[in-house]
């Protein structure tokens, strides 16, 4: 089935540095990625829908100079957190709608990759 | 709006025990679909099943089990004779608008804790 690939799965780095993160879907091609934040013992969170060709739309309370999402092929957006503090730590995850997935009634099936975990000293 | 509830914060059952986790949802859409994941202590997110509105028939996949009531509004799942590989994270998750790029909330997850 498809595959949806973020890299890297951990990194750890010095406050007021700044980290990318990439997701891929593997097999598919993905004109619109979502990027999930998580806390420990929390759900899920949107932060930002990623369009490919065109700037991304961010939910309510997220900042977008702090985190900059780039989606420069239908395969691959990726997501950089800038000036990264230690409030930043936290496990992201991204997901991407593969539409040739949905059949009939083509809905496209919703993939998600295996989740970053930044860390943030 | 959307919201997704998971009442359940926590649940531990001893092994081969049956498990229900709950999940009861809010959606002015006729047309969504429901979701459960399955988040294991590495992190990745793992799909067990998606449910459109318009098929309230209830689901088992093996162990799994899903009962769809639209009348109350919920999307419950039961796990048959858990297993120790049962624990986890579980989050159910709405979709108001699945033919188009509409985003997933999710609830805030019940972990399940399978004792030996």
């Known amino acids: 089935g498809a595959v949806v690939s973020q890299h890297p799965s951990r990194v750890i780095c010095k406050s007021g540095t700044s980290v990318k993160i990439e997701c891929r879907s593997l097999?598919?091609?993905?004109?619109?990625m979502f990027w999930y934040r998580q806390f420990p013992k929390q759900s899920l969170m949107l932060m930002a829908t990623?369009?490919?060709?065109?700037?991304?739309?961010?939910e309510q309370g997220v900042e977008k100079d702090k985190f900059l999402i780039n989606h420069a092929s239908l395969t691959l957006s990726t997501l950089t957190v800038t000036s990264a503090h230690p409030e930043d730590s936290s496990f992201y995850i991204c997901s991407a709608r593969d539409l040739t997935s949905g059949g009939a009634s083509n809905t496209g099936e919703l993939f998600f990759g295996e989740g970053s975990r930044l860390t943030v000293l | 709006a959307q919201k997704v509830t998971q009442a359940q914060t926590e649940i531990s059952v001893v092994e081969k025990e049956d498990v229900t986790l709950d999940c009861v949802y809010e959606?002015?859409?006729?047309?969504?679909?429901l979701f459960w994941y399955k988040q294991p202590p590495s992190g990745e997110l793992v799909f067990l099943i998606r449910r459109n509105s318009f098929d309230e028939q209830n689901e088992i996949s093996g162990r799994y089990s899903w009962n769809f009531q639209k009348s109350t509004s919920s999307f419950n799942f039961t796990i048959t004779a858990s297993q120790v590989v049962d624990s986890a994270v579980y989050f159910c998750?709405?979709?108001?608008?699945?033919?188009?790029?509409?985003?997933?909330?999710f609830g805030t997850g019940t972990k399940l804790q399978v004792i030996p």
């Open positions: 990623s369009n490919e060709g065109s700037k991304a739309t961010y």
């Open positions: 959606t002015r859409d006729t047309t969504y679909y």
């Open positions: 998750a709405l979709s108001e608008e699945p033919g188009g790029y509409q985003k997933v909330t």
């Open positions: 097999d598919f091609q993905a004109t619109t």
